[in-house]
């Protein structure tokens, strides 16, 4: 897939509560004939019953963000809609403790593209001997290269937030975090 059409699309999904077309790219097959019938059933975003749901939640314009691992122990990173508009397979994952908090993020790659769920709780009240406050946010951030693409943030009560057991058991742990700009959260509550 061309790394411009792909961030351009998933912009467009991430700019507004308006819709984005499908982020990966028409097989050759779909390109020369319409009518020919796909020989794999597509995916759903949602992680399948024999699938171990490693995040998941929908975002304010109903779009669902999941990573799965599926039998094999090939991990997942799915978007979209009522279908699938992006999936990517891999990931890495990492995770740091705050002060009243902390945070799990898990990265996955697309050519200069990364797209980084994250699970954070941070403190917001230093106060002594008042509560601590917490502020919770998951999402997903969108780098291209260095620069920050986007920001999705779940919307769900339903919210599965990072699953650092199983993160754990599926992924390879970095040391550091891939990005901090996930502090945008905080301000875009």
Not at 151 to 170: G, I, K, M, S
Request: net charge negative.
């Amino acid at each position: 897939m061309k790394p411009l059409l792909a961030l351009a699309l998933l912009l467009g999904g991430c700019a507004g509560e308006g819709g984005s077309g499908m982020v990966r790219a028409p097989s050759s097959q779909e390109e020369t004939a319409d009518t020919a019938a796909p020989t794999v059933q597509p995916r759903t975003v949602a992680c399948a019953a024999a699938e171990e749901t490693i995040f998941s939640c929908k975002t304010a314009n109903g779009r669902r963000i999941s990573v799965c691992a599926d039998e094999n122990e090939r991990t997942f990173y799915r978007f979209g809609g009522d279908r699938l508009e992006l999936e990517i397979e891999g990931g890495e994952w990492a995770q740091v403790a705050y002060s009243g908090g902390g945070e799990a993020q898990i990265a996955f790659a697309n050519a200069g593209t990364r797209y980084i769920v994250f699970s954070r709780m941070v403190r917001t009240n230093f106060a002594p001997g008042e509560p601590n406050d917490p502020a919770v946010s998951d999402g997903v951030i969108v780098l291209d290269g260095a620069e920050v693409a986007g920001l999705r943030l779940c919307r769900d009560p339903d919210t599965v937030p990072v699953q650092y057991d199983a993160a754990e058991r599926h992924f390879t742990r970095v040391e550091e975090l891939f990005t901090y700009e996930t502090e945008r959260a905080d301000r875009d509550e």
